[in-house]
């Protein structure tokens, strides 16, 4: 893989995902001198959003944009690892704020740049629509050809 070449969508869903990697792996809450990851609970979907969004990124020919499926589903990811990380801060709020350690700040705004990355600088012509389209036909052809002997 030559970094220079790659796609600047993929480069950046890339380097959100693997700054997101890391970040799964940095204290997230801090109380006197205890401190916690984001490596549970809820963590651990953020973490596999980071390592799909990463993968799917990384896959193809990294000259070119994400092949729409492949978008829809990064975008995705994106997503639910950015609603997961408000999820945290809301249920967290009645405790405050200052609970969170710099690890969760920089794991959501890895996945707030995960999402930023996949949707901003998607194909022309690349919607919300036809991206889960183009999933579900995917999904279709995989189910159909796994079972041949059903109509």
């Keep these: 893989m030559n970094f220079k070449s790659l796609n600047k969508q993929r480069k950046y869903i890339l380097m959100a995902a693997a700054i997101g990697f890391i970040a799964m792996f940095l204290p997230w809450i ?14 651990i979907i953020i973490f596999l959003c980071f390592v799909v969004a990463g993968v799917i990124a990384y896959l193809g020919d990294q000259t070119k944009n994400l092949e729409r499926t492949s978008w829809f589903i990064a975008l995705i990811c994106g997503a639910l690892a950015t609603i ?6 809301i249920d967290a709020s009645g405790y405050g704020s200052s609970l969170f350690s710099f690890g969760f700040y920089i794991a959501a705004l890895a996945a707030i740049g995960v999402l930023l990355a996949a949707y901003l ?3 022309a ?3 919300i629509k ?7 036909n995917k ?3 995989k189910t159909k050809n796994e079972d041949p002997g059903k109509t």
Excluded: A
Aim: hydrophobic share 35%.
């Design 84 to 89: 997961i990380m408000l999820w945290y801060f």
């Design 130 to 136: 036809n991206g889960f389209d183009s999933l579900k």
């Design 139 to 141: 999904i279709e052809q």
């Design 30 to 43: 801090r109380v006197d001198y205890f401190s916690i990851n984001g490596m549970h609970d809820r963590g």
């Design 121 to 123: 600088f998607r194909t």
């Design 125 to 127: 012509g690349d919607t």
